[in-house]
């Protein structure tokens, strides 16, 4: 405590005072339990998560206690991560559940980008009144529980019962297997992620919508007028005028999704169980069976790292990027 | 500007602004064709699972599928709310048990530490306000398997307080009731301490009258999050009597296959319930997930 300047030790002369006693004494008691009971349900389960990595733990064997780590679930060191490029079925199908997520993540942003932002610009552009109704309906699914959405998706995908196929047939069209035909496929990818993907911006959307729709708010009206009055059509107003002013929240919004498409799991579980084929097998269903179904947890505890590592450089880039200062 | 007509090629900006005007009432209509269009296929998929909820069992798997029901039923309806083996008060009381404790603890929890890291100074504040706030970014599937086996050694396996204890405490919950409270004035702190009110006193009855807003939003996020939710059940519980609602919907379309007809109905009886007191807290619910959006 050498070389303290003046403002420390009032602060902690401050504390001990009579006079504020009872507000140090409150904020100890009543922090202190809560910061620890945060701290044992997220600082230990990521610790332990980590260190589940580099055994080859199952819970059906014994280990030494208190984690049961060591005896029959011994340390493996990196072997867990080198065996991810090895030709092991469990590495194989890490790097199907891989190379699907990120599949899922690159067509679900631009996808959902190209839907909720005319969306939010058109309800913008519209009365207010009929802005709260249209902004109520499209946030409907957002709102639904992923069960529902997955089984209301499973019927409409149907082959024989579902609407998409009878809409299809009813123009003349003929009808797909959506979920379970392995061989289906449009630019490469196979159908039955396509239909996920399609389930997926459906529930998904609202969220970003509504995003939009509050920064398309906070836009100082003068920009559009000045544009407007500069000539500006409805076309150059969106891509030079809303678009940049957009930019912050957009990067934004781009990181969110991703992170989330990432991690989508319900709607996949129900709908495909991964299938046909492991087509639509992703990183989280894969970290699901393998801790739950098949027992290895040290596995799976290593796939899970993968993904925590993945969403942390999203944001690291985001972070990155936004230094950038955009100002309005 | 509007009747200024200059020559085509010197200011083409100004040309197109003129026949826009006149042409307002055609781009309106496009506008609302636009975006009832998305509505319409926003609607279809709830229109889809309420029709064939009414649909009899020959006529969901007739080919070529129906739109409407063609003999309107409530058979479904009463065939699964009688149904012996699916207790469906049982399930529900299950879903209000586990949502409305964790709201009252994380509405308790965040409410309290948002109080203190707004109106206190303390030694490392700063410093554990951030770490609080870093574990937003940590995604569940990384907690999950961790949290199963602390959930093992506490006996909590298998058990409804399984699906509480951990979700007691929330980080965006304590963040937002945090920007909330840093918004009242101090001099209402000050004031109720020179009446004689101790700390938790003026939590009590001084902040919590005033975040009734706040505490609403938050409440109905996580009372959705909760209700809706699915993986962690999943994992968590193992009786059949002790699932949530979600589970027991994923259960009962594996019991009855491609019998969509009660598959929607159970799915209507799930899904409405939780857009009921959606479209009666919209405001809240909006404006608690752009908040959530824009931390």
Not at chain 1, 7 to 30: D, E, K, Y
Not at chain 1, 77 to 85: E, I, R, T, Y
Not at chain 1, 117 to 135: D, G, S, Y
């Amino acid at each position: 405590m050498t070389g303290v300047r003046k403002p420390r030790p009032n602060r902690w002369q401050r504390a001990f005072s009579t006079q504020n006693r009872g507000r140090s004494l409150f904020v100890a008691s009543a922090l202190t339990p809560l910061m620890l009971y945060m701290l044992f349900w997220t600082l230990l389960p990521v610790a332990w998560a980590i260190s589940l990595a580099f055994f080859d733990y199952s819970p059906a064997r014994i280990g030494a206690p208190p984690l049961g780590f060591g005896g029959d679930n011994p340390f493996v060191g990196l072997a867990n991560f080198q065996n991810m490029f090895g030709d092991l079925k469990e590495a194989q199908q890490f790097r199907t559940g891989l190379k699907n997520t990120l599949i899922f993540a690159t067509l679900v942003l631009p996808l959902n980008l190209a839907i909720t932002i005319p969306l939010a610009v058109a309800i913008e552009a519209i009365h207010v009144r009929v802005k709260t109704l249209f902004r109520f309906v499209y946030f409907l699914p957002t709102v639904t529980a992923s069960v529902g959405v997955a089984l209301i998706w499973g019927y409409l995908y149907h082959p024989q019962q579902g609407l998409i196929n009878m809409v299809i047939r009813a123009v003349g069209g003929s009808g797909r297997i959506w979920l379970t035909d392995p061989r289906a496929g449009f630019l490469g990818v196979p159908l039955a992620l396509w239909s996920i993907i399609g389930t997926y911006l459906w529930w998904d959307m609202g969220y970003n919508l509504i995003i939009f729709i509050a920064a398309l708010q906070s836009i100082p009206r003068e920009f559009r007028e000045a544009a407007q009055v500069d000539g500006a059509n409805t076309w150059q107003l969106f891509w030079n005028v809303t678009i940049p002013l957009l930019r912050p929240t957009l990067l934004f919004v781009c990181v969110l999704t991703m992170i989330s498409a990432f991690q989508t799991f319900d709607i996949i579980q129900i709908m495909t169980a991964g299938g046909p084929q492991d087509q639509t097998r992703v990183m989280v269903l894969d970290i699901y069976l393998n801790a739950f179904r098949y027992q290895r947890m040290g596995w799976a505890g290593a796939v899970s790292l993968v993904l925590f590592a993945m969403i942390l450089i999203v944001t690291f880039v985001q972070s990155r990027l936004l230094r950038t200062k955009w100002e309005y | 500007m509007a009747t200024a007509v200059p020559a085509e090629h010197s200011l083409p900006p100004a040309r197109k602004r003129s026949p826009r005007r006149g042409r307002g009432w055609l781009r309106r209509a496009a506008l609302y064709a636009f975006l009832l269009a998305g509505c319409l296929v926003t609607l279809l998929p709830f229109v889809w699972m309420i029709l064939g909820s009414f649909k009899t069992s020959q006529e969901i798997i007739s080919i070529p599928p129906s739109f409407w029901p063609e003999t309107p039923t409530l058979q479904n309806y009463r065939t699964i709310l009688t149904d012996p083996k699916l207790p469906l008060l049982r399930f529900y009381f299950n879903s209000l048990f586990v949502s409305i404790s964790v709201v009252t603890l994380v509405l308790f929890t965040s409410s309290l530490a948002g109080f203190i890291f707004a109106k206190y100074e303390f030694f490392g504040k700063n410093l554990i306000f951030g770490l609080i706030l870093v574990t937003l970014m940590i995604p569940f599937q990384v907690l999950m398997i961790p949290s199963y086996l602390i959930l093992v050694r506490l006996g909590l396996i298998d058990s409804l307080w399984g699906l509480v204890v951990p979700g007691a405490t929330s980080a965006f919950g304590i963040f937002m009731m945090k920007q909330f409270i840093q918004g009242l004035p101090s001099e209402l702190l000050d004031a109720a301490r020179i009446d004689g009110a101790g700390e938790w006193g003026i939590y009590w009855r001084i902040i919590l009258p005033q975040v009734g807003p706040a505490l609403a939003t938050l409440g109905i996020l996580t009372f959705m999050g909760t209700w809706n939710s699915y993986l962690w059940p999943l994992i968590v519980i193992t009786s059949p009597e002790k699932r949530t609602l979600p589970i027991v919907l994923t259960w009962f379309n594996s019991m009855h296959g491609t019998r969509y007809d009660l598959t929607m109905t159970a799915s209507v009886l799930v899904v409405v319930p939780i857009l009921i007191v959606y479209t009666i807290f919209q405001r809240w619910i909006v404006q608690g997930f752009t908040l959530s959006g824009l931390k």
